[in-house]
Nanobody, 121 residues
Framework: QVQLVESGGGFVQAGGSLRVSCAASGSIFRINVMGWYRQAPGKQRELVASITSRGTTNYADSVKGRFTISRDNDKNTVYLQMNSLKPGDTAVYYC???????????????WGQGTQVTVSS
C-alpha cells in the first residue's frame, strides 16, 4: 500500500556533497515524522536526522552543521543534503516515515530500501 523509494546515493571524496531523496507513494492520508537513518558495516542502524510535518528538525550530533534535512509535503518527499562528508559517513542510508494510510486508525513506520553512500579519504 505504501512505498518509500530512495535515490541520490553514490560515491564522493571527503569534503564533497551529496543529496539523497525519498519519495513516499500509495494510499497515504497523512505523513507525520520523516527521517533518515544509516547503517555502517558491523554497526547498528542509527538516526541521522528527522523532521516533523511542521518542519521541526532533529540531528545526530555527528552531523550537526553538515547535514540538512528538509521535506516537501506536497510531494511526500524528504531530502537530506550532506555537505563536508567524511569517510565516517559511509553507510547505507535508509528513509523512514510514520504514515497514516487512508482508511486506517493508526499510523505505522515504513522503511525505504536503502541507498549506499560511500565517502573516500
Amino acid at each position: 500500500q505504501v512505498q518509500l523509494v530512495e535515490s541520490g546515493g553514490g560515491f564522493v571524496q571527503a569534503g564533497g556533497s551529496l543529496r539523497v531523496s525519498c519519495a513516499a507513494s500509495g494510499s497515504i492520508f497523512r505523513i507525520n515524522v520523516m527521517g533518515w537513518y544509516r547503517q555502517a558495516p558491523g554497526k547498528q542502524r542509527e538516526l541521522v536526522a528527522s523532521i516533523t510535518s511542521r518542519g521541526t528538525t532533529n540531528y545526530a550530533d555527528s552531523v550537526k552543521g553538515r547535514f540538512t534535512i528538509s521535506r516537501d509535503n506536497d510531494k511526500n518527499t524528504v531530502y537530506l543534503q550532506m555537505n563536508s562528508l567524511k569517510p565516517g559517513d559511509t553507510a547505507v542510508y535508509y528513509c523512514n516515515a510514520d504514515i497514516l494510510v487512508s482508511g486506517s486508525y493508526f499510523s505505522h513506520g515504513y522503511w525505504g530500501q536503502g541507498t549506499q553512500v560511500t565517502v573516500s579519504s
